[in-house]
């Protein structure tokens, strides 16, 4: 396999990073996972938007290179016609302590996989152990520091379910460990807005456009759905069960998978 480093490709033997490198140390940066159907990568556009937002929360300079031909080239050199591509964007290397470098060097990585087989309806539970925090500014940001995201993806494993839905501060439904989340309550098709502690999918928002609405929601309206299903940049995904209650319409998910590229 070959991976874009920096500012051109090497092969994965010959890739290496600092180990003083913000990413490593601080979880300090942020990634993108794309979508790539037929040699393009889907909604490229957005995700770079995406990553230029959470670079000026973060304080974080963007390559001076071109992303959209690095992401391309990283592609064709992998003969990636089906597959992801994870563009990942570190504050570079600096000395000790939480303050950045005043003038940071960044670290560009960009990665090829082939496309995950499809999974099987998922079956989730409310996350008990950790919180969305929606009062931060980094719920908006798809940064390198995923501890909250993997203490409920721990937590789920070992109560026998694919998921956790991470609730926030406030006690309302925000997302799953990985995914965005969308429910059918009385014929509504809703998922909670950002300002619940939202990450801005790049899917969400496609599903957005075909008609979906924003409101929050609590944990008594998703037993009551009559359907729920994830969104990711890989796709949409069914849920199968909420915390042992059987969800088992899927037809609106279906409907949306049929007309959303990629989805």
């Given at each position: 396999?070959?991976?874009?480093?920096?500012?051109?490709?090497?092969?994965?033997?010959?890739?290496?990073?600092?180990?003083?490198?913000?990413?490593?140390?601080?979880?300090?940066?942020?990634?993108?996972?794309?979508?790539?159907?037929?040699?393009?990568?889907?909604r490229l556009d957005a995700h770079l938007a995406r990553l230029a937002a959470g670079a000026g929360v973060l304080g974080l300079p963007l390559p001076t290179l071109d992303l959209s031909a690095a992401l391309a080239a990283t592609?064709?050199?992998?003969?990636?016609?089906?597959?992801?591509?994870?563009?990942?964007?570190?504050?570079?290397?600096?000395?000790?302590?939480?303050?950045?470098?005043?003038?940071?060097?960044?670290?560009?990585?960009?990665?090829?996989?082939?496309?995950?087989?499809?999974?099987?309806?998922?079956?989730?539970?409310?996350?008990?152990?950790?919180?969305?925090?929606?009062?931060?500014?980094?719920?908006?940001?798809?940064?390198?520091?995923?501890?909250?995201?993997?203490?409920?993806?721990?937590?789920?494993?070992?109560?026998?379910?694919?998921?956790?839905?991470?609730?926030?501060?406030?006690?309302?439904?925000?997302?799953?460990?990985?995914?965005?989340?969308?429910?059918?309550?009385?014929?509504?098709?809703?998922?909670?807005?950002?300002?619940?502690?939202?990450l801005p999918g790049i899917m969400r928002a496609a599903v957005l456009t075909e008609g979906a609405g924003e409101r929050p929601l609590a944990v008594e309206d998703l037993s009551r759905a009559e359907e729920i299903f994830l969104?990711?940049?890989?796709?949409?995904?069914?849920?199968?069960?909420?915390?042992?209650?059987?969800?088992?319409?899927?037809?609106?998910?279906?409907?949306?998978?049929?007309?959303?590229?990629?989805?």
């Amino acid at each position: 396999m070959k991976l874009w480093l920096g500012s051109g490709l090497v092969a994965q033997d010959d890739a290496h990073l600092s180990p003083f490198d913000r990413g490593f140390t601080l979880g300090d940066g942020l990634f993108e996972t794309l979508r790539v159907r037929e040699g393009a990568v889907l909604r490229l556009d957005a995700h770079l938007a995406r990553l230029a937002a959470g670079a000026g929360v973060l304080g974080l300079p963007l390559p001076t290179l071109d992303l959209s031909a690095a992401l391309a080239a990283t592609a064709v050199a992998n003969d990636l016609t089906e597959g992801v591509l994870r563009l990942t964007l570190s504050r570079g290397t600096g000395p000790r302590g939480v303050l950045p470098p005043a003038e940071p060097n960044p670290t560009l990585v960009i990665t090829a996989a082939p496309l995950p087989a499809p999974a099987p309806p998922a079956r989730l539970v409310i996350a008990q152990g950790t919180r969305r925090n929606d009062l931060s500014p980094l719920a908006q940001v798809k940064s390198l520091n995923y501890l909250d995201n993997i203490l409920a993806r721990q937590e789920a494993a070992r109560r026998g379910a694919d998921d956790g839905v991470l609730l926030n501060t406030r006690e309302g439904v925000a997302e799953t460990s990985i995914a965005n989340l969308f429910a059918v309550i009385g014929g509504d098709l809703v998922t909670p807005p950002l300002a619940e502690g939202v990450l801005p999918g790049i899917m969400r928002a496609a599903v957005l456009t075909e008609g979906a609405g924003e409101r929050p929601l609590a944990v008594e309206d998703l037993s009551r759905a009559e359907e729920i299903f994830l969104t990711s940049a890989l796709g949409i995904r069914s849920v199968a069960a909420l915390e042992g209650r059987e969800v088992v319409d899927r037809a609106i998910a279906e409907r949306l998978r049929a007309r959303i590229p990629g989805a």
